[in-house]
């Protein structure tokens, strides 16, 4: 199958096709999101970012969302690559159903300076869980759908053996969507890519290990 990147209510104009994936894609952020090649290569601008603080509820909204519909079990995933320049640069795989309710599967630039796996899971405010430092800019993210559960995995290799970050519900009946993220909630913007997207719609198997 082909997805049709739509530039929703800004360039309605200008599409972009990416292969593999199961429906249409939408952004508000056309000049974000460019298919080059076999990669799809992602611009955040400064200070970009989607995360609600449970202490303060502040709530940022602005990074660059590419994201298309969803239905049944499924697993996408992509191997990600983030130019990391500004702590908290990240590129992320993520899934939602509602304004509010969301979680994104990020690699991330932490504070030491060290790329790290960070998921957060949004259900009207965001929480922040490191996972593990990883040595390279790259990583292989997933998303795995199993019922009305979700569980995010990284691997080094697009394959056996996928770590477990966590599993998580979203509790809501809303329609579901996916698709990927780049946010520089600290810097002046930053570059990712995704490459080797996978859309499988099948069931997990194994939480734990992944398979």
Partial sequence: MVCILEFVDRSPNHSLSLPGLPAACATSSPQAWQWSGDRLVANAGPGDNLFISPITRKSDLSAPVLRFPVEGDFLLS??????????????????????????????????????????????????DANCVVHPHSWL????????????????????????LVRAFTLDSAAPLWAGFL?????GSGCEGEFSDIRWDPATLNELRSGE
């Fill in 140 to 163: 292989y993210l997933r998303i795995a759908r199993i019922g009305e559960g979700f569980a995010f995995h990284y691997s080094v290799a697009n394959s056996s053996p996928w770590q």
């Fill in 78 to 127: 992509a191997r990600v690559e983030v130019h990391f320049r500004e702590t908290f640069d990240a590129a992320a795989l993520i899934i939602g159903r509602e304004e509010g309710v969301w979680a994104k599967l990020c690699l991330e630039f932490s504070p030491e300076h060290q790329p790290m796996v960070v998921s957060v899971v949004t259900r009207g405010t965001s929480d």
């Fill in 182 to 186: 780049i946010q520089s909630p600290r």
